[in-house]
């Protein structure tokens, strides 16, 4: 998969430093990945919901979103934001 917009992911990392690790983790399984559905994402990345056209990512033990949309016929992840649970 091709990782698009890996600033949101920075930027993330800059603002909770708990989070460098788990993002950077996150990107290098995303990168490898060869996803063509949901049930793809989810054998790698057990909880992954879709909420519309968006996936969700729960990073660093639930404690933040990462959300995504994937576009699996071009095999490209926009990544849109990377928030902590509260917000």
Do not use: C, Q
Not at 35 to 51: C, F, G, I, N, Q
């Amino acid at each position: 998969m091709h990782v698009l917009s890996r600033r949101h992911l920075r930027a993330a990392a800059l603002k909770h430093s708990d989070l460098e690790a788990p993002v950077d983790t996150w990107y290098r399984i995303a990168k490898k990945a060869d996803w063509t559905s949901l049930a793809d994402v989810r054998k790698t990345w057990t909880t992954a919901d879709s909420v519309g056209r968006y996936t969700v990512f729960n990073v660093k033990g639930n404690d933040y979103r990462l959300i995504a949309e994937i576009n699996y016929k071009s095999g490209r992840i926009f990544i849109r934001h990377v928030l902590t649970h509260v917000e």
